[in-house]
């Protein structure tokens, strides 16, 4: 069970960089949640909606990215300590760290 658990882990964390370096590419520094989870889908994460929700409320209380509604759809804006985790300046807990690109 721990085995699962840690799979589990590893892919929420993945997940959660995925979503931070997809926002963080955007010119303006916002993406709707549906462009998040069709992201996810092109990194082989694929995911329901409801979960890209809950990985973004979880990274808006880890300071991460701001969340905005528009129209019952969520928007998220990066911010300076999401900016920060991607470019490797100062780790986020419960988020993967960017791996050495080749």
């Given at each position: 069970?721990?085995?699962?658990?840690?799979?589990?882990?590893?892919?929420?964390?993945?997940?959660?960089?995925?979503?931070?370096?997809?926002?963080?590419?955007?010119?303006?520094?916002?993406?709707?949640?549906?462009?998040?989870?069709?992201?996810?889908?092109?990194?082989?994460?694929?995911?329901?909606?409801?979960?890209?929700?809950?990985?973004?409320?979880?990274?808006?209380?880890?300071?991460?990215?701001?969340?905005?509604?528009?129209?019952?759809?969520?928007?998220a804006g990066i911010t300076r300590t999401g900016r920060d985790h991607v470019d490797?300046?100062?780790?986020?807990?419960?988020?993967?760290?960017?791996?050495?690109?080749?």
């Amino acid at each position: 069970m721990a085995k699962s658990d840690g799979y589990k882990d590893y892919v929420t964390e993945k997940g959660r960089l995925v979503i931070l370096q997809v926002i963080g590419r955007e010119f303006n520094g916002h993406l709707r949640e549906d462009l998040i989870q069709k992201a996810l889908d092109a990194y082989f994460l694929s995911r329901s909606i409801e979960w890209v929700r809950t990985q973004l409320r979880k990274l808006e209380e880890l300071g991460a990215v701001q969340l905005t509604d528009d129209a019952g759809k969520m928007i998220a804006g990066i911010t300076r300590t999401g900016r920060d985790h991607v470019d490797r300046r100062a780790p986020i807990d419960g988020v993967a760290w960017p791996e050495d690109e080749a």
